[in-house]
């Protein structure tokens, strides 16, 4: 009786299983049904209705035979028609993407999104089957598939940034990043798909969308392919070091914001200000100063890198020494106008300080007029440097009036020290 019943269940099974193949045939079918319809150029709204409806019998028809243990030998045919009607519901999407036309995203990413992950599951069957050659209709047509729509996920990604629906942009850059891992479908066209010349690119977009959504975790993972995007390396940069100083970790935004002054000195002078500023309120001039040899020994010059080595004898109140790399930063850039500034002010401190020396001393008038003429030296070279700012920035009154007019002042040039006070405002 035992074996009578072992027998019987053994036949349940089996004509189980060949049930379950049945309906991935059949579902097959409809799908070419629903295929023939969307071919249609003529195509009625009962048809169009038809079609839809097919679809979604379809659909429900074939999703329960993916997961069922009975499926045995479509199961590949199972994904595939899955993948197939993914595709016919994208399609139309995407062809309102293409002529302009409002989209719902959502569900085009979707769609997509499971097409493929279907075709890379049909994959996986027919190598479970052990399906070759021709008995494998499905790998070929389908690895073609996942090729081409890889920048239908990029699109996805795009148009969520745009409808600043961040998190699902960070998801969709996030999958044409990993693409050529996530499909093994793809074989050696993988190595392609990773040497694509648009993966900086990418990259950066994946972390512009993680910065908005405030994934920082991601963003730090693609920041490295994003910092290879040359065309926006400025932004990119921006990017990174906003990105840092926003999760509160200084030491690590003093160490990428010097990573990337180093790499390119003169196009970070703001970054390198910002790093010279950090260290001077700290009074640490010694790492200040270590810092800029290591600008310097990078490349001599540099017009940053001796602008900064002239900020930290600045700051060290060493101004004829800071003059001295003012002037080398000005060669580098005859239009520097910080540099002329600072330089500036560098020879007007050192004659306020040789002023300073002389206050409360008693002295004759000769004595005097010649403890003097040092101080209007300094200012008689300051002077220059200031004038130069005022033809580099005519509108920047603020910048430059006040300060020639203390020149005027020390120079004993009324007319003029009049004329620069009442620009200064004063």
Known sequence: MKKIFFVLALFSVASSATA?????????????EVQNLMAKQDRNEKETAQMHEKLAQCMDMVV??????????????????KAQLHAYTFSPLLDQV???QPTDTAKLAENIYACLDAMEECYKATQALGLKGDKDPYTMPNKLRVVQFRPYVAYCGQMFFTNQQHAKAVDA???????????TILGADAEQLRADETT??????????????KDYKTLMQYMPQARQYTQEKEQVNQLYLTAIIEQGDTAAWL?????????????NDATAQNVLAYYFNKGDFATANSFV???LSVDATSKLANYAKGLVFMNDHKYMDAVTYFDKAIEADPAYSDAYFNAGVCYSNHGYDLNEKLSGKQMTTAQYNAAVKPVREAYRQAEPYFLKVKELEPDNSDKWAGRLATVYYILENKAKQKEYEKLAGY
């Open 293 to 295: 040899d290591n600008l």
């Open 173 to 183: 850059f996030k999958r044409w990043m990993s693409y050529p891992d996530t499909y």
């Open 255 to 267: 160490k990428a914001a010097q990573e990337v002054i180093l790499e390119d000195p003169d196009n």
């Open 64 to 81: 329960p035979t993916l997961t069922s243990p009975e499926t045995k030998k479509e199961l590949a045919n199972a994904w595939d028609v």
């Open 20 to 32: 379950q193949d049945k309906i991935v045939r059949k579902a097959r079918t409809l799908k070419e």
């Open 200 to 213: 900086a690119q990418m990259a950066y977009f994946t972390c512009l969308a993680s910065y908005f959504a």
């Open 98 to 100: 293409i002529a302009k």
